[in-house]
């Protein structure tokens, strides 16, 4: 069992930066796929990042946001530089056993992730 607790969310203005922070429970973090998405009202979760050995990114966030690991701390991270406010949305950490078997293809689909965190709220003022 992994339980993610997600934090940092909060209100910026269009052009800042937020971190957001999940921390996991579980004495194997390092062996999780760990995947950030997010979702705003009236709209299906989004994928937003996700790392493995390797780092991947949705279309809409590329070149300004950036996931890292840190498996000491057993925490997942998720760099926001040059919010618009279309990145308004609850985000939220999730996480899924394996490392070397998923592809991008595999990682962008919610349904990859057994385990979620309750989410964290951004909002970008224009």
């Known amino acids: 069992q992994v339980q993610l607790v997600e934090s940092g969310g909060g209100l910026v203005q269009a052009g800042g930066s937020l971190r957001l922070s999940c921390a996991a429970s579980g004495r194997t973090f390092s062996n999780y796929a760990m995947g950030w998405f997010r979702q705003a009202p009236g709209k299906e979760r989004e994928f937003v990042a996700a790392v493995t050995w390797s780092t991947y990114y949705g279309d809409s966030v590329k070149g300004r946001f950036t996931i890292s690991r840190d498996n000491a701390k057993k925490t997942v991270y998720l760099q926001m530089n040059s919010l618009k406010p279309e990145d308004t949305a609850v985000y939220y950490c999730?996480?899924?056993?394996?490392?070397?078997?998923?592809?991008?293809?595999?990682?962008?689909?919610?349904?990859?992730?057994?385990?979620w965190g309750q989410g964290t709220q951004v909002t970008v003022s224009s």
């Open positions: 999730a996480a899924v056993e394996g490392l070397t078997v998923y592809s991008k293809n595999i990682l962008i689909r919610p349904g990859t992730y057994d385990y």
